[in-house]
């Protein structure tokens, strides 16, 4: 069962798509990891020289019309990628 926030994704793409017939055509993502600063280190529980995992998401419609741009800081241990290849 996918977390809160990952549902509210979800039923956000399938109103895009199915209400507003509008077709999703990507979504581009960059992972960085930085060392943390005090502000981090405060809003995230880190201690000193821990790093954080930082994700900027922007997604397009087939239009090229820009429709979500999000950008998300993670602590370290909170922070997990998987990915699929299909060929």
Do not use: C, D, M, W
Request: net charge negative; aromatic share 14%; charged share 25%.
């Amino acid at each position: 069962k996918p977390a809160f926030h990952i549902r509210i994704f979800i039923e956000i793409y399938q109103y895009i798509e199915k209400e507003l017939k509008l077709k999703i055509q990507s979504s581009h993502k960059t992972i960085r990891a930085h060392l943390s600063s005090p502000l981090e280190q405060e809003q995230l529980g880190l201690k000193e020289y821990e790093p954080y995992i930082e994700v900027e998401q922007t997604a397009y419609l087939s239009s090229g019309i820009i429709f979500e741009y999000s950008f998300t800081r993670y602590h370290y241990n909170k922070f997990e990628l998987q990915t699929v290849t299909v060929q």
